[in-house]
C-alpha cells in the first residue's frame, strides 16, 4: 500500500475521531444536565439504557457489528451516568470472577465494582445502602439454579432491575507453561462440573480435584504453587498472570449464565420487559396445576419454573416463575389478580427489561 494512500486514511480517522469526541462530549453534557433534573432521585434508570442499546443495534448500518457497537455505546452510557453520579456494584468476590464481568458487562467499567465474601454479604450491602446495586447469578445453563440467590430473594426488600446474560468460558490455567507434575487441580464446584469431560480426558485420577469459594480464589492458589492448576475465566487468568494451557474447556460450547441486578427501585418500562414472582402453595395434590393455571389461563407466557424447598418451614416448596412482559401489564394483574386467591404466598420480585448484550 503506498504511504500516500495510508496516509490519506489516518487523516480521515483524525478528523472523523474529532467530531466523535466533540458528540460523545456533547452527549456527556446532555446526561449531566438530566442528572440536575433528577435531583436527589435513582439516576440509573435500566428501560432507558435497553432502548438506547436495542435502538444502537437495530439501526447499525456495520461494516461494525450490532453487538459491537452496543458495547461501545454500553461504555459511553456508563461513562455519561458517571458524571451523573458514581455507581458502586456489590458482587460476590473476589476480584476476577464470572459475577464482576457481570457487573461490568452490565454498567460498564465507569461503575466501581465492590467484591463481597458471599452472595448473602453482598445483598446485605445493598440492603444496608453501602452500594447502589448487587448482581448475582440466578441460573447456569448447564448446572441450573443458583439456590442462594433465591432463597435470598424471597425475603430481600430489594427488587430486580435487570438481567445479564454472560456466555462462560473455562480456561485450564497454571503457573508453568506445560502439563507436567500437576497434582490438583482448583476452582468453584460448579466449573469443575462444567468442565468434567475434559478434566476427565486430560488429567489422570492421581490429580485432586479441589473445590473453592470462586474461580478466581482457585487461580490465586493456582498462583502460588506450580503444582497446582486452576480453572477460571479470562479476568482471574489476566488478574493472576497464569498461563492459559486449554482455552473453553467447558463441556457444554453454549455454557452461559443468567445474574439479576437488584436494588431500591422498580424499573420502568422498557418494552421488553419480563417479571419475575415467587409463589407458593399449600401442599396437596393439584397444589402446583392451582399456580399454573392463572397465568394460562390470562394468557401470560411464562419462560422459567423453577422449584425450590421452602426455607421458611411454612410451605414445602416456593416456586420461582420468571414471564413475559411487565407488571401493570392487563393480563399480567389479571393473572396476579387469581394467583392471590389460590396462593399461600406471592411476591414479585420485580419487573425488567430483558437483557439486550
Ligand atoms: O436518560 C437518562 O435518564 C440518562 O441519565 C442518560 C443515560 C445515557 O447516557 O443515555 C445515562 C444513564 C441512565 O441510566 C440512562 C441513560
Redesign the pocket.
Known sequence: MSDHLLKQHRDAIDAIDQQILALINQ?AQH?RT??EI?GSGV????E??AQ?LTRIKETNPGPLSGETCARLFREI?SA??AL?RPLTIAFLGPEGTFTQAAAIKHFGHAASTLACASIDEAFRVVEARGADYVVAPVENSTEGAVGRTLDLMVTTPLQICGEVVLRIHHHFLRQTPDMLGIKRVYSHAQSLAQCHEWLNKHLGDEVERISVASNAEGARLASLDPSSAAIAGDSAAEKFSLNKLAVNIEDEPNNTTRFLVLGYQQAARSGKDKTSLVISAPNRPGALHTLVEPLARNGVSMSKFESRPSRTGLWEYVFFADVDGFIDDVPLQAALKDLQDVAAFVKVLGSYPQAVI
Open positions: 452527549r446526561a438530566i442528572g433528577k439516576v440509573y434508570r435500566p432507558r439504557e438506547v452510557m455519561c451516568l451523573e
